[in-house]
């Protein structure tokens, strides 16, 4: 069965400093792996998106996410945080063989210190 | 682009009580997705629609949640009679095929029930 698990529930940075969310997931196969995020009133937004090929990916708002086969991981990095990033983080893993669904993280919520 | 409309945002109502949520997706999108959010958890699929058929309603409990989306457009989820345990966000999205990963999120109906 499929499943992600994110291990930190909640986790404080001070602005401009790095960060990184981890997420480890559970699947017998190559999975399509995702993060999300989703600030205060706002629907889900998909940040990046791993399918094959180079284990480094890039996203949107300068997030980028390491995929590590051997570790089972999936963790998502930004170099310098900005007030403006805190929000909710899900990472979520998809059937390569199954379209229809996928399956979600329980979250990270990110709050950033000035 | 307008983007996913979900209507009401926010939803009181007691125990036993029905209620009903809107999404209207972006146009030309075929595919339409609702899911529960349970505060603390991340977002579980309900039902899938791929124009106004059901691709995946496997997790939708039927005995009291229902969903439609006639002419292959906007959906309404309801549920009668509402538990507290129903308390959650509900997310509609959608996407212009049925690959689940090129989803958008509308901001989701805050259900509480009482």
């Known amino acids: 069965a499929q499943s992600v698990t994110q291990p930190d529930i909640h986790i404080t940075v001070s602005e401009g400093a790095s960060l990184e969310l981890r997420c480890n997931y559970s699947y017998g196969a190559t999975p399509y792996l995702f993060w999300y995020v989703q600030s205060p009133g706002q629907g889900l937004q998909l940040l990046l998106k791993?399918?094959?090929?180079?284990?480094l990916v890039q996203g949107i708002k300068g997030f980028e996410a390491e995929f590590k086969r051997s570790q089972s991981s999936f963790n998502l990095r930004k170099p310098s945080v900005h007030w403006s990033d805190a929000a909710e983080y899900f990472c979520a893993v998809g059937a390569k063989d199954n379209f229809n669904k996928f399956y979600f993280g329980s979250g990270t919520k990110l709050n950033v210190k000035p | 682009e307008a983007g996913v409309a979900q209507s009401p945002r926010y939803k009181i109502i007691e125990k036993r009580q029905s209620v009903a949520f809107w999404c209207n997706p972006i146009?030309?999108?075929?595919?339409l997705y609702w899911y529960q959010q349970i505060l603390g958890q991340g977002p579980k699929l309900l039902i899938q629609f791929q124009n106004n058929g059901v691709v995946d309603d496997s997790q939708l409990p039927k005995d009291r949640f229902s969903a439609e989306r006639l002419k292959g457009v906007d959906s309404t989820l309801k549920i009668q009679p509402a538990k507290l345990e129903d308390s959650a966000v509900y997310l509609c999205?959608?996407?212009?095929?049925?690959?689940?990963?090129?989803?958008?999120f509308g901001p989701g109906t805050r259900l509480t029930v009482t």
């Open positions: 791993y399918f094959s090929g180079d284990t």
């Open positions: 146009s030309g999108h075929a595919t």
């Open positions: 999205a959608s996407s212009f095929g049925q690959l689940f990963y090129e989803q958008y």
